[in-house]
């Protein structure tokens, strides 16, 4: 249960964060499609990632996993920051 709501809850949060900096149009016409797209290549990813690892080192204990959750987390938050030096801010000119 905590897993769902924790998915759900960072899965919503991103979807809408790929969408902020388009326009209207764009995000009507194609919000639907990359949805669909990215929710089934990212389960997918998700699960061909984790049987390619579970085959590569055996059994993961809760101890491998946990430091396999940190990296991921680390590599996440570093990504989106170095992203979000890439948007245009208020004082650029890109917010209305």
């Not at 924790?6 to 016409?29: A, I, Q, W």
């Not at 669909?36 to 993961?60: E, P």
Request: hydrophobic share 45%; proline share 2%; glycine share 12%.
């Amino acid at each position: 249960l905590a897993m769902k709501g924790m998915e759900y809850s960072v899965r919503g949060v991103v979807n809408e964060m790929v969408y902020v900096p388009l326009d209207f149009e764009s995000r009507y016409v194609g919000k639907e499609v990359i949805g669909v797209f990215a929710y089934r290549l990212g389960k997918s990813g998700t699960s061909l990632a984790l049987s390619a690892a579970s085959a590569v080192f055996g059994d993961v204990g809760l101890r491998d996993l946990s430091f396999l959750t940190a990296a991921a987390a680390a590599t996440w938050c570093g990504t989106a920051w170095r992203l979000a030096d890439l948007l245009p801010g208020k004082e650029e000119g890109g917010a209305d």
